[in-house]
């Protein structure tokens, strides 16, 4: 069985500031890992994923992750926060070979304030 | 290149009624998952199906839920007799394969359909 812990359900930062948004998962088998971002009224879109290779993953709008085996995370990050950030963030794991079924965690809301 | 498109985006209905969410996948995508969120929380994968198959239903309530996917036409997700906490947001995703792809199999979301019962 696998699940997702996302540490936060709400985070707010100013501007220009690091984005920290912290995932923990439990996978019985190596993961595949992704974060999604949602914005209001809209689907969710895919910012990054980590399946095999490089733990540091980057993906789009600036924001990435490292993936730790030892300490189980996926924490996603961006140095400097923009207004456009805010949105709902989602990290989700998959068991390798079964990356249909998705495992979502229950989101981070960021808000980014000026 | 139309993404994935569901329909209708809001549907609300009173207890008892049915609800019809369809949902066409990507261009090219032959697999299609459906995931429901209910408020404050994350989405919960319902059911996988390719084309006119049903691959794993696990997370389908065992009754008044059925998904199709035919062989022509979009895929539908039919919640019948309808009742307040089926009140969510459902997604639909498709993917170019499915569980025996190698690789990361990344899905593509639509905007989801909020249904709304009254």
């Known amino acids: 069985a696998q699940s997702v812990t996302q540490l936060g359900s709400h985070v707010s930062v100013s501007e220009g500031a690091l984005v920290l948004l912290r995932c923990n998962y439990s996978?019985?088998?190596?993961?595949?890992l992704f974060w999604y971002v949602q914005y209001p009224n809209q689907g969710l879109q895919l910012l990054l994923k980590y399946t095999t290779g490089a733990t540091l993953v980057k993906g789009i709008n600036g924001f990435e992750a490292e993936f730790k085996k030892s300490e189980t995370s996926f924490h996603l990050t961006k140095p400097s926060a923009h207004m456009s950030d805010a949105a709902e963030y989602f990290c989700?794991?998959?068991?390798?070979?079964?990356?249909?079924?998705?495992?979502f965690g229950t989101g981070t809301r960021l808000q980014v304030t000026l | 290149n139309a993404g994935v498109m569901q329909n209708p985006r809001h549907l609300v209905r009173r207890r008892g009624q049915e609800a019809r969410l369809r949902c066409s996948p990507m261009k090219g995508h032959s697999h299609v998952y459906w995931y429901r969120q209910l408020p404050e929380e994350g989405l919960k994968f319902m059911v996988y199906l390719q084309k006119e198959n049903i691959i794993d239903e696990s997370g389908m309530p065992k009754e008044r839920f059925s998904a199709e996917f035919p062989k022509e036409g979009p895929s539908i997700l039919r919640i019948q007799q309808v009742v307040r906490g089926d009140s969510a947001a459902y997604f639909c995703a498709s993917s170019v394969g499915g569980r025996r792809s190698s690789g990361a199999n990344v899905l593509t979301f639509g905007a989801g359909s909020r249904l709304t019962v009254l």
């Open positions: 996978s019985s088998v190596p993961p595949y």
């Open positions: 989700a794991v998959s068991e390798t070979g079964t990356a249909s079924k998705l495992t």
